[in-house]
C-alpha cells in the first residue's frame, strides 16, 4: 500500500494488483479526484495519506477520505453523524454503516457540479472539529442470531463475557454472523469465537 499520498493520484491507492496500471480506479476518476484534491487543500486542511488513501485534516481531526472505485470515487466524511445534510446527499458506506456520511460521484464533471456544497460540508466538519465535538455514543443494541442467543443461553461463561463486552465489540459478533447464509456455518463461528469472546475481544480483534 501506498505511504505517499501523491502515489495515489499518479498510480492508485496499492491495494490489488491494478495498481499502477491503467486500469486503476484512481486513473479512471483521475480529474474528479483532482478536482476533490483542490477543493479540499483550497479550504485550508492538511493533506496526509490514511489507510492508503488521501486523508484530509483539520484541528488536529480527519475530516474527510477520498477513495476511488470501479464505479465511483467518493468524498467519506469521518463523525458525518455530526454534519446536518441538509440536501440530503450523503450516504451510507455500507448495509452495516450506521450513519450516512459518503458523497458519491459517477461522473468526473459532478465534483465540479456540486463544489459550494462540498466546501459547505467541509466548512461544517472545520468547525466541529475545532469544537472538539464528537457524535453521541452510539449504544443500541442489534438483534442477535437465533444460533448466538441459543449459544448464550446454554452457557453461563460465554453469556456472562459476552455480556461484558463494549457495544461495539458485540456488534462486530453479530455483523459477522449474520453475514453467514447457512445456520451451520453460524454455529461454527460461534465455536471459533468463543475464545476471543471470554478473552474479552472483538470479532476481528487478534
Known sequence: MITDVEDFFIKGCGRCDRFDTPDCSARRWDAGLARLRGICQGAGLVETVKWAHPCYMHAGRNIALVGAFRADFRLSFFNAALLKDPEAV????????????????????????????????????????????????????????EELTEALESDPDLAEAFAALTPGRRRSYVINLRSAKQAETRMRRIDRFRDRIIAGKGAMER
Open 90 to 145: 450523503l450516504e451510507r458506506q455500507g448495509p452495516n454503516s450506521r450513519t450516512p456520511g459518503m458523497m458519491r460521484f459517477t461522473a468526473n464533471d459532478q465534483v465540479e457540479e456540486r463544489e459550494p456544497l462540498i466546501r459547505s460540508y467541509l466548512a461544517e466538519a472545520m468547525v466541529c472539529a475545532e469544537q472538539g465535538l464528537k457524535p453521541p455514543r452510539d449504544n443500541s443494541e442489534p438483534d442477535l442470531p
